[in-house]
């Protein structure tokens, strides 16, 4: 494996390049999305932000997703990075999503240091229009995961993540809708939708900046 420190440098000098974005998005986008005219984000669109944080733990880096509580809501019961919505207070899309990350699963704010960021993504289902931002620690994070937002704290492997043995496609039930999507079996979880469409691109992005 490559040493932690040469990696972080490798993401941070390739996130400053063109991304893949809508190229990457689509390998893991739904039928639907693919196939229908989604809307466009609009004035009452929600700014939002995620935070991929990647840590070192035993030779290995890893990064944590989240386990939304089943609720009645467009993503309960869903995996996903942790993140929310932007609040007044934020001066920027970075600071939402390391407030978002401090509140949902305790990452100690001083610890994380900022590579960039992946392309906005627009969801419709929630109207939110997310901002993915990468950052990294120098060690494993201490979880203390908020139970009303996270259910549980899931961390996976990046060499889990870059394995394509774990890409599958199903018909999802999706509050009493059929959905034709693709995924991702990360350990006993299927994540789809659009935290699978930023784990294409982060995919894209770890596979260009080692060449």
Same mark, same amino acid.
């Given at each position: !494996?490559? *040493? ?14 063109p991304?893949? @974005?809508?190229i990457a998005?689509?390998?893991? $986008? ?5 196939? #229908?005219?989604?809307?466009?984000p ?6 939002? +932000? ?19 509580? /089943?609720?009645?809501? =467009?993503? @309960? *019961?869903? !995996? +996903?990075?942790? *993140?929310?919505? &932007? ?10 999503? !390391?407030?978002? &990350? /401090? ?5 100690? #704010? ?14 419709? $289902? ?8 990468? *950052? ?20 996976? $492997? #990046?060499?889990e ?6 890409? @599958?496609?199903?018909?999802?039930? =999706?509050?009493g ?9 990360? /350990? ?5 939708? &659009?935290? $699978?469409? !930023?784990? +294409?691109? #982060? ?9």
């Amino acid at each position: !494996m490559i *040493g932690f420190v040469p990696f972080t440098e490798n993401i941070k000098k390739r996130l400053q390049e063109p991304l893949p @974005g809508r190229i990457a998005h689509e390998k893991m $986008a739904s039928d639907a999305r693919l196939k #229908l005219k989604m809307p466009s984000p609009s004035e009452r669109t929600r700014e939002s +932000a995620v935070l991929i944080l990647f840590y070192p733990e035993n030779d290995k880096i890893y990064i944590p997703l989240i386990l939304r509580p /089943q609720y009645d809501g =467009v993503h @309960g *019961g869903q !995996m +996903a990075f942790p *993140g929310g919505r &932007a609040e007044k207070e934020d001066e920027n899309l970075i600071r939402t999503a !390391m407030r978002e &990350a /401090q509140e949902e699963i305790g990452v100690r #704010l001083t610890d994380v240091k900022i590579l960039g960021k992946l392309t906005k993504l627009f969801i419709p $289902a929630s109207n939110f229009y997310v901002q993915p931002v990468i *950052g990294f620690m120098n060690h494993k994070p201490d979880f203390y995961p908020d139970a009303r937002e996270v259910d549980k704290v899931v961390e996976v $492997a #990046l060499d889990e993540i870059l394995n394509p043995d774990i890409i @599958g496609r199903k018909v999802l039930n =999706v509050r009493g809708v059929e959905v034709d999507a693709p995924f991702y079996q990360i /350990q006993e979880h299927v994540v789809w939708g &659009a935290t $699978a469409m !930023m784990i +294409a691109e #982060l995919v894209a992005v770890l596979e260009s900046s080692n060449n």
